[in-house]
């Protein structure tokens, strides 16, 4: 059993060729070593900040824990999520999510590698998808 206390794993900046804005990660699970493949991360996104579209392989589960963002898929409308929130996506999906226009919101994200790859980053959303009207 490992124990991480608080600040063993400092917050860090999400690297702007993945996100736009100010977007902090806190690391809950990362680099476990095999057959472990789960990945998990706290991630706080200011007013406007969003992740760039993106796929998983075997899928994404969101958890809002605080705030109001947005998520979408490609070619389907914007979704409004607030804390309380699970949004499940499915392997291969391709998406993105963050906060809304004018507030924060904060998730619990988790995903699992395959063959060592638990993500793939493809271009920035644009600022016109963004701020598409939301259904709610």
């Not at 998406?95 to 060592?116: K, N, Q």
């Amino acid at each position: 059993m490992d124990i991480f206390k608080l600040g063993a794993r400092p917050t860090r900046r999400a690297p702007s060729d993945h996100f736009t804005g100010e977007v902090l990660m806190d690391p809950i699970l990362e680099g476990t070593p095999p057959p472990a493949r789960v990945r998990s991360l706290n991630v706080a996104f200011a007013p406007g900040a969003r992740s760039h579209w993106h796929t998983h392989p075997l899928g994404q589960t969101l958890y809002v824990i605080s705030g109001c963002g947005r998520a979408q898929t490609m070619g389907a409308p914007v979704r409004e999520i607030r804390a309380g929130d699970v949004v499940w996506i499915p392997p291969g999906e391709k998406h993105w999510h963050g906060a809304g226009p004018e507030t924060s919101m904060v998730h619990i994200a988790v995903s699992e590698s395959l063959d060592g790859n638990s993500v793939q980053w493809m271009e920035k959303v644009t600022d016109e998808e963004f701020k598409a009207k939301a259904e709610k």
